[in-house]
Nanobody, 128 residues
Framework: EVHLVESGGGLVQAGGSLRLSCAASGFRFDDYAIGWFRQAPGKEREGISC????????YYRDSVKGRFTISRDNAVNTVYLQMNSLKPEDTAVYYC?????????????????????WGQGTQVTVSS
């Protein structure tokens, strides 16, 4: 059974940092691209970052470039999202997702449609 479990969310002041983790099981983690998405109340889910498989290519939404860093550790089936200089507008539920890289990376890595598996999300709240 496929599982993606996010952790590391919480409440932080503006300017602070959080590191989210996405632990995967039940599928060949090394073979999947992993994306991070977020959804704020009343808004659509938006892609914020993606990391490919073997070559480690990364993609970021413009609004998080220079502040967020995605990485993966295939030895422990985990992807991380280091979030620095957080802003109140980063407040949302953050989700990780796994998708076939031949689909994800040749279409739109930051669009949710190509992703097959999703976690339940972790809340990030940034206070001003």
């Amino acid at each position: 059974e496929v599982h993606l479990v996010e952790s590391g969310g919480g409440l932080v002041q503006a300017g602070g940092s959080l590191r989210l983790s996405c632990a995967a099981s039940g599928f060949r983690f090394d073979d999947y691209a992993i994306g991070w998405f977020r959804q704020a109340p009343g808004k659509e889910r938006e892609g914020i970052s993606c990391i490919s498989t073997s070559d480690g290519s990364t993609y970021y939404r413009d609004s998080v470039k220079g502040r967020f860093t995605i990485s993966r550790d295939n030895a422990v089936n985990t992807v991380y999202l280091q979030m620095n200089s957080l802003k109140p507008e980063d407040t949302a539920v953050y989700y990780c997702a796994a998708g076939d890289p031949t689909v994800v990376l040749t279409t739109t890595p930051l669009h949710p449609v190509p992703y097959d598996y999703w976690g339940q999300g972790t809340q990030v709240t940034v206070s001003s």
